[in-house]
């Protein structure tokens, strides 16, 4: 229905998600790309890109006044970082669940850092905190025309009423 469809759509949201380069190197691409597949969201950008200092540093400018910030930024620019959008109702919130807490010592398991990482500065995966950031940071590291709207067949499967 109609209606239906357009409440659907009015809770779609996107988040900004970033392998970064230890999870890369590591051959976890497909893992966590798998994670966010099956839980029912939907891959709307990618790509592989290797940031400058200079671009790590706009990313996390939040942080600019923490002791780590310039160890951050030079290994977040270290290596090849997979770049991502994805899309879902509740994807921003949810997404950072998947991903569990920041320092890999506190995350739950069963998250990805829970499951997959041991320490704070290697924490392998990036994820947008709220819907603000969320724009900002599909805005830094995307064109508007990098990403990509469509109607995945599952959709039917995974949400009610379309
Ligand atoms: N970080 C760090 N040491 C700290 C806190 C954070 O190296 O004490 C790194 C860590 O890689 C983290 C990133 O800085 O993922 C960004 O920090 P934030 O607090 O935004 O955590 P996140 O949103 O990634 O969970
Ligand atoms: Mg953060």
Not at 33 to 44: A, T
Not at 46 to 65: C, G, M, N, R
Request: proline share 5%.
């Amino acid at each position: 229905m109609v209606q239906d469809q357009e409440a659907h759509a009015a809770q779609m949201e996107r988040t900004f998600i970033a392998i970064k380069p230890d999870g890369v190197q590591r051959g976890l691409i497909a893992e966590i790309i798998s994670r966010f597949e099956r839980k029912g969201f939907k891959l709307v950008a990618i790509k592989i890109l290797v940031p400058s200092k200079e671009f790590a540093q706009k990313h996390y400018h939040d942080l600019k006044d923490r002791p780590f910030f310039y160890g951050l930024c030079a290994f977040l620019s270290s290596g090849p970082v997979v770049a991502m959008v994805w899309e879902g109702e509740g994807v921003i919130k949810y997404g950072r669940k998947l991903i569990g807490a920041t320092d890999p010592q506190k995350s739950e398991p069963g998250t990805i850092r829970g499951d997959l990482a041991v320490v704070v500065g290697r924490n392998i995966i990036h994820g947008s905190d709220g819907p603000e950031t969320a724009k900002d940071e599909i805005n830094l590291w995307f064109k508007p025309q990098e990403l990509v709207s469509y109607k995945s067949n599952a959709e039917k499967w995974i949400y009610e009423g379309n």
